[in-house]
């Protein structure tokens, strides 16, 4: 039993153990004693992933378990990143959910351990059995989660429905591509999966991947897969969208280098071309859509399609590369993808954790309707606006080195070889710039809105500070968020390996301590000394303002409000308006409805009575793609209810008729 | 936009010939100024008639921009306010904070008879009194309304150039 293995079992204990306790003990101590036995899951799995990153691996096979296949697990170096991943974000929204799940029913506090645990198991399963298995846990429990508020407030069922569908269909995907891939080889372990994808035709492993990838895809939110993710996450309960937005989501770009690189052992360009192209394309719409949106919780869902998005731009770039033969840059790209996945796992995670804070103060996630949180809830926002910092891709922030890293990988690669590369290559490059560009106004505006100036409604102004659990959990992510901010290279190595075992290539990409070099290129970057350099040049701006204005004698004189009256929180910048100029820009793309009414008075039309503004800026893939498959669907069912009599003795018949044709049908084909 | 062009060269300089500098004597706070006078403008109360000729005064044809004198969107970017019409009850409270908005050393000009003493409006129920009864005037300008030439002149009181 080495570290790993110990760790694991640890974790899986203190899940089942929580699980016991959140259907056992009275509501009085539940929530604290489900809360910490969460965080201990999680702590045991960063410590599993951490052992399993430097080197340690485990299996088990556990064959009396389920009938036919058993169940059986074995952790490696990219299991084990997310494993660790996944662990730390438990260990915040645990803590976290202490005071906030504190009102949670016996099935809700139970559905909390069952989803950590699930979530922990699905990059630890080693068999297609036991994966499917410990993937639908996770999606089961994670729509339980859901659904937590749903007799409160309506909206929640349907976000619910779209949740539960698109994850289901996501999950058959996958399941398909993996039983085709069992299909051709001797069973279904990941080894023997690994071994017959070597004999496998072009045209298989392709249906294999595009399946699979499709339901990966849609479980890491990828555009046009991303539906439900804009709707579950603002109607879940915070620390549950914590969870799903920065450790399930990883799961589903877990998915796509598990069998992409390791399973199917890389494939041909186009493969990887179409990941780059989707991750592309959900980067630029999911900033886009949140750079549009009011709502925090839904502009913060969007943020994590866009930044799932950056991370398939680097898979996809690594594949890409591997397949031209370049293992290096491969192993780069690779890593800042990973990276990236970390990263946002830390800085999601507190960003939603945050707006769940706001939330409980509130009672409001609308932006339009908050301001003013700075005084009354000071640790709240000083959250925020770190998470704000770190999703932005500026320096002193987390997203930064491995969006950093990845352009280094994407500029990097153009003179590698083949027309497409060169291509799609600039073309990632500025993807990748415009996303940035638009994050940073996105959270500016969530920030600047949200939490500064005056509040704009009662709500806002009667807020109060979140309980001292509900801080801690903050703390712990915002804490980790700033260590790969400044030192990145705490967690390079880790990623490095986690790379190196999906892509089999020697040597980290990434080296240094300090400063960090990249392999084979001409690229180096100090976080540390950057974010130095940073604070020393604002103490110095801060400090010569100072010693300058004191000379000058100063005049207290009255804010300038035009002469007229004091201001008002009404005439505040809003979240709408201060996204207007960006909403003409991209006008063509987002295609928002605007609707002006003007009433006159009785008396005559040239005086305006009142004068209402609405705009919406609805998902316009959601709306092209999704509503005729509703409008068909619905169609269909109307005509189905002609089948559907209530007749028992017709149900029978159908019953029948069916075993027989299906009887038939073996009878003519075998 | 070539049209544009066409036009600038073909009309070339309508400016009237700068007229001898008036002299007299110039506010204290003027001369701290060094020759370059940023105004705010502050309508109190007016028929907007002076408001006509001051929009001709900073047009081509007067261009009291070649003398210093610039119009500014803010009292707080402001030296000078010019003040046009009676003061009147709605407008004595914000004409006070537009006063108080303006950095030291601050002037202000009264343009138009309206503003130096109420003119046709005396007495009237809205108004409060010419601008020297709510704000401490330095230069006036006399006229209903002023011709340009003299708002001019009494700007380049202020300048000094």
Same mark, same amino acid.
């Given at each position: 039993?080495?570290?790993?293995?110990?760790?694991?079992?640890?974790?899986?204990?203190a899940?089942?153990?929580?699980?016991?306790a959140?259907?056992?003990?009275?509501a009085?101590?539940?929530?604290?004693l489900?809360g910490?036995?969460?965080?201990?899951t999680?702590?045991?799995?960063?410590?599993?992933?951490?052992?399993?990153?430097?080197?340690?691996?485990?299996?088990?096979?556990?064959?009396?378990?389920?009938?036919?296949?058993?169940?059986?697990?074995?952790?490696?170096?990219?299991?084990?990143?997310?494993?660790?991943?996944?662990?730390?974000?438990?260990?915040?929204?645990?803590?976290?959910?202490?005071?906030?799940?504190?009102?949670?029913?016996?099935?809700?506090?139970?559905?909390?351990p069952?989803f950590v645990?699930a979530?922990l198991?699905?990059?630890?399963?080693?068999?297609?059995?036991?994966?499917?298995?410990?993937?639908?846990?996770m999606?089961?429990?994670?729509?339980?989660?859901?659904?937590?508020?749903?007799r409160?407030?309506?909206?929640?069922?349907?976000?619910?429905?779209?949740?539960?569908?698109?994850?289901?269909?996501?999950?058959?995907?996958?399941?398909?591509?993996?039983?085709?891939l069992?299909?051709?080889?001797?069973?279904?372990?990941?080894?023997?999966?690994?071994e017959?994808?070597?004999?496998l035709?072009?045209a298989?492993?392709?249906?294999?991947?595009?399946?699979?990838?499709?339901?990966?895809?849609?479980?890491?939110?990828?555009?046009?897969?991303?539906?439900?993710?804009?709707r579950?996450?603002?109607?879940?309960?915070?620390?549950?969208?914590?969870?799903?937005?920065?450790?399930m989501?990883?799961?589903?770009?877990?998915?796509?280098?598990?069998?992409?690189?390791?399973?199917?052992?890389?494939?041909?360009?186009?493969?990887?071309?179409?990941?780059?192209?989707?991750?592309?394309?959900?980067?630029?719409?999911?900033?886009?859509?949140?750079?549009?949106?009011?709502?925090?919780?839904?502009?913060?869902?969007?943020?994590?399609?866009?930044?799932?998005?950056?991370v398939?731009?680097?898979?996809?770039?690594?594949?890409?590369?591997?397949?031209?033969?370049?293992?290096?840059?491969?192993?780069?790209a690779?890593?800042?993808?990973?990276?990236?996945?970390?990263?946002?796992a830390?800085?999601?995670?507190l960003?939603?954790?945050?707006?769940?804070?706001?939330?409980?103060?509130?009672?409001?996630?609308?932006?339009?309707?908050?301001g003013?949180?700075?005084?009354?809830?000071?640790?709240?926002?000083?959250?925020f606006?770190?998470?704000?910092?770190?999703?932005?891709?500026?320096?002193?922030?987390?997203?930064?080195?491995?969006?950093?890293l990845?352009?280094?990988?994407?500029?990097?690669?153009?003179?590698?070889?083949?027309?497409?590369?060169?291509?799609?290559?600039?073309?990632a490059?500025?993807?990748?710039?415009?996303?940035?560009?638009l994050a940073?106004?996105?959270?500016?505006?969530?920030?600047?809105?949200?939490?500064?100036a005056?509040?704009?409604?009662?709500?806002a102004?009667?807020?109060?500070?979140?309980?001292?659990?509900?801080?801690?959990g903050?703390?712990?992510?915002?804490?980790?968020?700033?260590v790969?901010?400044?030192?990145?290279s705490?967690?390079?190595?880790?990623?490095?390996?986690?790379?190196?075992?999906?892509?089999?290539?020697?040597?980290?990409?990434?080296?240094?301590?300090v400063?960090?070099?990249?392999?084979?290129?001409?690229?180096?970057?100090?976080?540390l000394?950057?974010t130095?350099?940073?604070?020393?040049?604002?103490?110095?701006?801060?400090?010569?303002?100072?010693?300058?204005?004191?000379r000058?004698?100063?005049?207290?004189?009255?804010?300038w409000?035009?002469g007229?009256?004091?201001l008002?929180?009404?005439?505040?910048?809003?979240?709408?308006?201060?996204?207007?100029?960006?909403?003409?820009?991209?006008?063509?793309?987002?295609?928002?409805?605007t609707?002006?009414?003007?009433?006159?008075?009785?008396?005559?039309?040239?005086?305006?009575?009142?004068?209402?503004?609405?705009?919406?800026?609805?998902?316009?893939?959601?709306?092209?793609?999704?509503q005729?498959?509703?409008?068909?669907?619905?169609?269909?069912?109307?005509?189905?209810?002609?089948?559907a009599?209530?007749?028992?003795?017709?149900?029978?018949?159908?019953?029948?008729?069916?075993?027989?044709?299906?009887?038939?049908?073996?009878?003519?084909?075998? | 936009m070539?049209?544009?062009?066409?036009?600038?060269?073909?009309?070339?300089?309508?400016?009237?010939?700068?007229?001898?500098?008036?002299?007299?004597? +110039?506010?204290?706070a /003027?001369?701290?100024?060094?020759?370059? $006078?940023?105004?705010?403008?502050?309508d *109190?109360?007016? =028929?907007?008639g002076?408001?006509?000729e001051?929009?001709?005064?900073?047009?081509p044809?007067?261009?009291?921009?070649?003398?210093?004198?610039?119009?500014?969107?803010?009292?707080?970017?402001?030296?000078?306010?010019?003040?046009?019409g009676?003061?009147?009850?709605?407008?004595?409270?914000?004409?006070? +904070?537009t006063?108080? /908005?303006?950095?030291?050393?601050?002037? $202000?000009?009264?343009?138009?008879?309206? *503003?130096?003493? =109420?003119?046709?409006?005396?007495?009237?129920?809205?108004?409060?009194?010419?601008?020297?009864d709510?704000?401490?005037?330095d230069?006036?300008?006399?006229?209903c309304?002023?011709?340009?030439?003299?708002?001019?002149?009494?700007?380049?009181?202020?300048?000094?150039?």
């Amino acid at each position: 039993m080495n570290l790993a293995a110990t760790s694991f079992g640890i974790a899986m204990a203190a899940g089942a153990l929580s699980i016991v306790a959140a259907l056992t003990i009275p509501a009085r101590a539940r929530s604290a004693l489900v809360g910490s036995g969460v965080a201990i899951t999680g702590l045991a799995g960063v410590a599993a992933g951490a052992a399993a990153m430097t080197g340690q691996a485990f299996s088990l096979a556990l064959t009396g378990v389920l009938p036919l296949s058993g169940v059986s697990f074995s952790l490696d170096a990219l299991g084990g990143l997310f494993v660790a991943v996944t662990g730390g974000v438990a260990v915040a929204t645990g803590i976290y959910g202490i005071s906030y799940a504190r009102e949670g029913s016996r099935s809700t506090q139970a559905a909390l351990p069952v989803f950590v645990t699930a979530m922990l198991l699905v990059p630890v399963a080693s068999t297609v059995g036991t994966f499917g298995l410990a993937w639908e846990l996770m999606a089961l429990a994670s729509l339980l989660l859901v659904l937590t508020e749903h007799r409160h407030r309506p909206e929640v069922a349907g976000a619910g429905r779209w949740y539960a569908v698109l994850t289901h269909a996501g999950f058959i995907t996958v399941l398909i591509g993996l039983l085709l891939l069992a299909g051709h080889a001797t069973g279904d372990s990941f080894p023997e999966l690994r071994e017959a994808a070597g004999h496998l035709s072009p045209a298989v492993a392709g249906i294999v991947f595009v399946t699979t990838l499709a339901g990966f895809a849609s479980k890491a939110g990828i555009v046009p897969l991303h539906a439900w993710l804009p709707r579950a996450h603002p109607e879940a309960p915070s620390h549950v969208s914590a969870l799903m937005s920065a450790a399930m989501v990883n799961l589903g770009v877990y998915g796509i280098v598990r069998i992409g690189f390791d399973l199917l052992g890389g494939g041909p360009r186009w493969w990887w071309l179409l990941v780059l192209a989707l991750g592309a394309v959900s980067a630029v719409y999911g900033i886009l859509q949140a750079a549009m949106g009011t709502d925090l919780k839904r502009l913060l869902g969007y943020s994590t399609t866009e930044n799932m998005g950056l991370v398939l731009i680097g898979v996809g770039a690594a594949g890409l590369f591997a397949a031209s033969g370049d293992r290096g840059l491969a192993a780069l790209a690779l890593a800042a993808a990973l990276l990236h996945v970390v990263g946002h796992a830390t800085f999601k995670t507190l960003l939603f954790l945050a707006a769940g804070s706001v939330l409980h103060a509130t009672g409001t996630r609308d932006l339009d309707a908050l301001g003013g949180l700075r005084s009354p809830m000071p640790v709240t926002t000083a959250a925020f606006g770190w998470g704000a910092l770190a999703a932005s891709a500026l320096p002193p922030g987390t997203a930064f080195v491995s969006e950093w890293l990845l352009l280094q990988a994407l500029i990097h690669g153009l003179p590698a070889s083949g027309v497409a590369t060169a291509i799609a290559m600039p073309v990632a490059v500025a993807a990748v710039a415009l996303t940035a560009g638009l994050a940073v106004a996105t959270f500016v505006k969530a920030f600047g809105v949200g939490f500064l100036a005056r509040p704009r409604s009662s709500a806002a102004g009667n807020a109060h500070e979140s309980p001292a659990t509900m801080l801690a959990g903050m703390a712990v992510a915002g804490a980790a968020a700033a260590v790969l901010a400044v030192a990145p290279s705490v967690v390079l190595p880790g990623v490095a390996a986690a790379s190196n075992a999906a892509l089999g290539a020697a040597g980290p990409a990434v080296t240094g301590v300090v400063t960090l070099r990249l392999a084979g290129i001409a690229g180096s970057l100090s976080p540390l000394m950057l974010t130095l350099a940073l604070l020393a040049a604002v103490l110095a701006t801060a400090g010569a303002v100072r010693l300058l204005s004191t000379r000058r004698a100063r005049r207290a004189a009255r804010l300038w409000d035009c002469g007229a009256g004091p201001l008002s929180a009404r005439m505040e910048y809003t979240a709408t308006s201060f996204a207007e100029p960006l909403q003409r820009v991209f006008d063509d793309v987002v295609q928002p409805e605007t609707d002006v009414d003007v009433t006159h008075h009785r008396e005559s039309d040239y005086l305006v009575a009142a004068v209402e503004y609405r705009r919406r800026v609805p998902d316009r893939i959601e709306r092209r793609l999704y509503q005729p498959v509703l409008t068909a669907l619905s169609a269909w069912g109307q005509a189905g209810r002609r089948l559907a009599t209530g007749s028992v003795h017709r149900y029978l018949g159908y019953g029948f008729y069916a075993v027989c044709g299906v009887l038939l049908l073996v009878a003519v084909t075998r | 936009m070539l049209k544009l062009w066409h036009k600038i060269r073909r009309t070339g300089r309508v400016a009237e010939p700068a007229p001898a500098h008036p002299g007299g004597d +110039r506010p204290a706070a /003027a001369v701290e100024l060094g020759g370059s $006078v940023q105004v705010r403008h502050v309508d *109190a109360g007016s =028929c907007n008639g002076c408001e006509v000729e001051i929009g001709s005064v900073f047009g081509p044809v007067y261009d009291a921009e070649r003398y210093g004198a610039r119009l500014v969107a803010s009292p707080r970017h402001a030296d000078a306010l010019l003040v046009t019409g009676p003061v009147t009850r709605n407008m004595a409270e914000p004409l006070r +904070r537009t006063y108080e /908005a303006t950095p030291r050393p601050r002037l $202000v000009v009264a343009v138009g008879d309206c *503003a130096r003493n =109420c003119g046709v409006f005396a007495g009237a129920y809205g108004v409060v009194g010419a601008v020297s009864d709510v704000i401490p005037v330095d230069v006036e300008i006399a006229g209903c309304p002023p011709r340009p030439e003299a708002i001019v002149e009494g700007l380049r009181k202020l300048t000094g150039r």
